[in-house]
């Protein structure tokens, strides 16, 4: 038997994540993990999670296939590639709280930074394919760990000004195979457990039609809009991220 409130809270974190890979949410659907972990273990929720967010992927990439930027990904992939290996290396030497500490403060910094008039500046330059690599890193790191790589993604991303379709699309595609490559290593650390798949299984649809709503929102929003609401929920989200970081760090200490 299913705990009913582990059922709502469960499902309303799919259909947020949902939304988020459809690029409605920003990075919002970092709260998946944490909101899993009020009934399961992080490492188990991570677990579940996967299945579940390369359903969502397949449901994004299709939708998304002709507006993607394959610029940015071919700068930041190489990245994220390394950020899965680190990842995979240091997993039993990495808290889900320092993790999550740290993505809360870089992305708090990333806010910050996109109201200084230096940033205003560098919007009109071109990529730098540098820079796209170490967030690249990051975010494939922080994504292995905790399915937390969003606010990386979006540090390098959001200044790029891609239209929310191409932004979307981006995402979708730089996810679907970061969350890809993530399969082979969660199995050996034994994370693809019978458990955690048959809830997959079971909440999957919830997060693929989170999905389909959010496409269609997405295309109806203006650029401006989409911004705005997309740095003020990333601006919120970093304090929500450094609180969990600050609060799993004291509690495990």
């Not at 993530?182 to 457990?193: C, H, M, S, T």
């Amino acid at each position: 038997m299913i705990d009913p409130v582990f059922f709502a809270v469960a499902s309303l974190a799919m259909l947020i994540v949902g939304l988020s890979k459809a690029g409605l949410l920003g990075g919002l659907g970092v709260i998946g993990v944490p909101l899993l972990t009020l009934y399961m273990p992080a490492r188990d929720a991570a677990g579940m999670m996967l299945p579940i967010l390369l359903c969502m992927d397949a449901v994004a990439v299709w939708m998304y296939r002709k507006e993607f930027s394959r610029d940015l990904l071919k700068i930041m992939i190489p990245g994220a590639m390394v950020g899965t290996l680190l990842g995979w290396v240091l997993w039993a030497f990495v808290s889900d709280a320092v993790v999550i500490l740290i993505v809360g403060v870089v992305t708090l910094l990333f806010v910050l930074d996109a109201l200084l008039p230096l940033r205003k500046k560098l919007e009109s330059l071109p990529p730098s394919t540098g820079w796209g690599r170490f967030w690249g890193v990051i975010a494939g790191f922080t994504s292995f760990i905790s399915h937390t790589g969003g606010p990386p993604f979006q540090i390098y991303a959001l200044p790029q000004k891609l239209t929310p379709a191409i932004y979307a699309g981006t995402s979708a595609v730089f996810f679907a195979i970061v969350n890809t490559s993530k399969l082979i290593p969660y199995f050996f650390l034994g994370q693809l457990n019978v458990s955690n798949l048959q809830l997959a299984a079971l909440f999957a649809p919830i997060g693929m039609l989170g999905v389909l709503i959010g496409v269609i929102l997405v295309r109806k929003i203006s650029a401006k809009l989409f911004y705005t609401i997309a740095y003020w929920l990333v601006f919120l989200l970093s304090f929500k991220l450094i609180w969990d970081g600050v609060t799993g760090i004291l509690a495990g200490s």
